[in-house]
């Protein structure tokens, strides 16, 4: 059974531009949630999508936004990026969300310069 | 915010030691679960134990929760070299996220 590919594994870009990380669930996994780690806030959630519906969102700017799709792949996109959203983007699947096991992805280093 | 939190930050063992965490967090839980992370890389799913449960096994780990004293345990027996990483704890509490601790990083010496 594969595990929760994401894609890409490292990205650099420039402050102002805009970013789309990718994630593909383990098959028949239909939630689907995001996180940030920075070595100064440690995990913080972003939002979880179950079915194509954002159920949970977490304490951050407009900027950052997510959408899940029929297949239960998800992307997140961050607009107008500043240098404090370089961090490690993980993305993680599980069952139902809230009663099994969450799977991790390898995540994407985004560094902004 | 963060709902965990880890204690010690960090734990250095000699080889063929035990290794105990300890995790506390603030409102009620569904489940608790245990991460291990090497260096920056994903998280490895550990184990996860549920609020009506008080202790799991699962081959060199054991897991305790206190839910009176919101509160859990990892023990890792008989460490080894490759259990060099970050030990997270996160709580599901209805509202489909997980919510981490800061960590203890655990260093096993050779």
């Known amino acids: 059974k594969a595990g929760v590919t994401q894609t890409p594994r490292y990205l650099i870009k420039t402050r102002g531009q805009q970013v789309t990380l990718s994630c593909s669930p383990i098959?028949?996994?239909?939630?689907v949630s995001w996180y940030q780690q920075t070595p100064g806030q440690g995990l913080q959630f972003l939002f979880e999508y179950f079915s194509e519906t954002q159920r949970n969102k977490g304490n951050f700017p407009g900027r950052f936004s997510g959408r899940q799709f029929s297949n239960s792949r998800s992307e997140m996109n961050v607009s107008t990026l500043e240098l404090g959203d370089s961090a490690l983007y993980l993305c993680a699947s599980s069952l139902s969300g809230d009663l099994d096991e969450a799977f991790f992805g390898q995540g994407t280093r985004l560094t902004v310069v | 915010s963060q709902q965990g939190e880890e204690d010690p930050q960090a734990l250095s063992i000699q080889e063929g030691e035990n290794a105990t965490m300890n995790c506390s967090y603030k409102?009620?839980?569904?489940?608790l679960q245990w991460y291990r992370q090497n260096s920056g890389r994903g998280l490895v799913h550990l184990i996860l134990i549920r609020s009506n449960e008080r202790e799991k096994h699962s081959g060199r780990l054991r897991v305790t929760l206190d839910t009176s004293k919101k509160s859990s345990s990892l023990l890792i027996t008989a460490s080894r070299a490759a259990d060099t990483a970050s030990y997270f704890c996160?709580?599901?509490?209805?509202?489909?996220?997980?919510?981490f601790g800061a960590g203890t990083t655990v260093t096993v010496r050779a």
């Open positions: 409102t009620s839980i569904n489940n």
């Open positions: 098959s028949g996994h239909r939630s």
């Open positions: 996160a709580t599901v509490s209805n509202d489909y996220k997980l919510s």
